[in-house]
């Protein structure tokens, strides 16, 4: 008897389990097709609206212009604006010819670094397969490393070109004259880029293994600068920015790409690491370099596996890695080798398999093919305590309220309306309305409005296992919002999560917070003002990736981490309170994460004003103050997850004008 009551309640429990699965599928579901939706009225409203479009393309050109000046001049407040941005675009311009060949060593410099004594001169073996390598390009990589300023390396080249193409083992020949670093082998038969660069791993004797396509170039100082990390940081996996060039010419740059330090968010994500990946030997104990069944993005599934292992990944933010663009290279284009879209899903997935994750879902991005959304599986249903402070201005609170209620797919919620000081009749009116509504409490905060101090309260009132703090002037945009942020919430290793917050004319309010941004040198939001239709830098506002700090007017965080935290500092009454708390969080070694899928409108300080004159203004600098006292150190260190190329006075990733 007693056994067949333990399988009943274990079928039961399993069809709970499937159900759920289902449901959160087919809220995810609906919510990518109101996207979709969201997204082909956008296009369609385009094409209405535009009554030039039967029209010649130049004059359609014409059009196009004259509406970009148009946005320019909304996001920039006035003509000056405009034309400041556009003269910053004409310095920023002049500034990337400093990454190209202007950026190498002078002859002294050079010098100077060949002399330089580490306490480890590490030798770094770099990889390099070959096959049906032009003359040009198998030069100027081959002429790359002999230039390298720090000289213990070795070139391990393995060979599969067809005998159409005999002349490349006869240019390595004419190298290895010129040096006894270059090892090489003629191999029978083209085994493709894992087979190749697997036979070059048996050659190379290096305490660091180092990855080079043969099409492309190395900075003459990137040795130089990774053996620095190895003995100033204890690096075991380097990487550093990398740039893309046309035409034969490094200084003739497509696309400069500025990353971030580690982030394993956005690595699962996206293979943001890429280039020109260095690791420690012994990383590979007991582990193939490449796995052929990932060709086509076995590097990103090497990188996942690797700096899984890792003690140190040490991110060097230069460019030290020029990336050619030519026809058939996935530096041109994707789908020049379409199959690797279907690897690079093939190795997210099997590194969150060996990370214990189960039921996701893996799918391409409107920002690219190998730019991933991931979809974990929500485990349980546990009570989400939904915090929102008031004072009056029912006018925004119910319309907040009324999107959670009926746009929301998850159900295990409650809302605590934090009461601060209200005085108009319509308020209390409104608060009886909500006693009918189970789902919704109301508490009193007495004493002057202090943010903190009133999540905090809520805080105390919550009966979840998650906190969600949210402005009363929010609205819900996508209907499984709440699964979107707790599907990162939920895991160990995440502290707090917040959401893509738009302003009403759906250009940004929140994507993220960036420590030091902005004129206080405190912290800002990335990306700010743009359209929601914008993908971000690199793709960046189409993924989930780790940040320093989201708004808390959308946070959600694990009740347990809030208290473990100490809540939200008090002596941050308006401002900074959140970026504080997602900092202490940080500090105990929580990651924050951002997602762009739980969308929101936000109706920024419509309840308080913005902070931009008379005693806001005095308060704020105090705060900011207090902020950059607090956590001097972190600000001086730089955002991890924001290059140091980077802008601190703009939010668009501009790049940082010397």
């Known amino acids: 008897m ?12 399993e069809a709970y389990e499937r159900e759920h699965l289902r449901n959160a599928d087919l809220a995810g579901r609906v919510a990518d097709l109101e996207a979709k939706c969201d997204e082909l009225d956008y296009k369609l ?49 002049a500034a990337m010819a400093g990454f190209g060949t202007k950026s190498f060593p002078t002859p002294e410099q050079a010098a100077q670094e060949r002399a330089k004594k580490f306490p480890r001169m590490v030798k770094f073996s770099i990889l390099t397969p070959l096959y049906n390598t032009p003359e ?8 790359s490393v002999m230039n390298q300023t720090y000289e213990n390396w070795e070139l391990c080249l393995s060979d599969g070109s067809d005998n159409a193409h005999g002349y490349v083992e006869g240019i390595v020949r004419e190298y290895q004259k010129k040096s006894e670093k270059i090892r090489y082998r003629k191999l029978e038969k083209n085994e493709g880029i894992s087979g190749n660069t697997n036979h070059c791993l048996k050659m190379a004797t290096g305490d660091y293994i180092g990855l080079l396509d043969n099409d492309d170039i190395l900075h003459p100082s990137t040795l130089y600068e990774y053996v620095k990390a190895v003995n100033e940081k204890g690096a075991d996996y380097i990487y550093c920015d990398e740039t893309t060039y046309k035409s034969g010419d490094i200084n003739k740059m497509l696309t400069m790409h500025f990353k971030p330090d580690y ?23 007991g582990m193939e370099l490449f796995r052929s069944r990932f060709d086509g993005s076995q590097d990103h599934d090497m990188i996942l596996r690797l700096t899984d292992r890792a003690e140190k990944v040490v991110h060097i933010p230069r460019i030290l890695y020029y990336w050619r663009s030519h026809p058939g290279s996935v530096a041109s284009d994707i789908t020049a080798k379409p199959y690797a879209i279907e690897a690079a899903k093939g190795a997210v997935a099997d590194h969150l398999k060996r990370h214990g994750f189960e039921h996701f879902q893996i799918t391409s991005t409107r920002a690219f093919e190998t730019i991933f959304k991931i979809r974990y599986q929500i485990i349980g249903s546990p009570l989400i305590s939904i915090i929102i402070a008031n004072k009056d201005h029912v006018s925004d609170l119910k319309p907040c309220i009324d999107s959670i209620l009926e ?38 905060f007495e004493g002057e409005f202090n943010y903190s101090a009133i999540n905090n309260l809520g805080a105390l009132s919550a009966k979840g296992d998650y906190l969600l703090l949210l402005n009363n002037d929010t609205r819900v945009i996508t209907v499984n919002w709440i699964e979107e942020l707790l599907m990162y919430a939920q895991r160990k290793d995440v502290g707090a999560v917040g959401g893509k ?45 780790n940040v ?43 990651l924050n994460v951002f997602t762009p899928f739980a969308e929101l409108y936000h109706l920024e300080s419509a309840s308080r004003g913005l902070d931009d004159n008379g005693e806001k203004a005095l308060r704020y600098n105090r705060e900011s103050e207090r902020f950059r006292e607090k956590w001097e150190e972190a600000l001086q260190a730089g955002d991890p997850y924001y290059n140091v190329n980077f802008s601190l006075d703009r939010s668009d990733f501009a790049l940082k004008i010397q």
């Open 45 to 93: 409203n385009r094409i209405k609206n535009n009554p030039l479009w039967k029209m010649s393309a130049p004059l359609r050109r014409w059009m196009h212009f004259i509406i970009r000046q148009k946005n320019r001049l909304k996001n920039c407040g006035n003509l000056k604006g405009v034309i400041h941005k556009l003269q910053y675009k004409k310095i920023e311009r």
């Open 548 to 590: 320093s700090a989201v708004t808390g007017a959308c946070l959600l965080v694990k009740k347990a981490l809030f208290e473990e935290a100490g809540g939200l500092d008090e002596t941050f009454a308006v401002s900074l309170n959140d970026v504080d708390f997602c900092l202490k969080l940080r500090e105990k070694g929580y």
């Open 2 to 13: 007693g056994n067949s009551m333990d399988e009943k309640e274990i079928n039961y429990q």
């Open 407 to 444: 746009k929301s797919t998850y159900e295990n919620f409650e809302i605590i309306v934090v009461e601060n000081n209200s005085t108009e009749k319509a308020t209390f009116d409104y608060y009886d309305e909500l006693k009918e509504n189970e789902k919704v409490r109301v508490v009193r």
């Open 263 to 285: 982030a394993v968010d956005n690595l699962r994500a996206n293979n943001y690491i890429c280039h020109f990946s260095v690791f420690a030997k012994g990383l590979l104990d």
């Open 136 to 143: 040009d390009f198998l030069r100027e990589m081959l002429d």
């Open 501 to 545: 917050l738009y302003y009403a004319d759906k250009t940004i309010q929140h994507a993220g917070v960036v420590l030091g941004l902005g004129a206080h040198r405190t912290a800002g939001h990335s990306h700010y003002g743009q359209h929601r239709d914008n993908l971000g830098y690199m793709g960046r506002l189409c993924y989930a990736q």
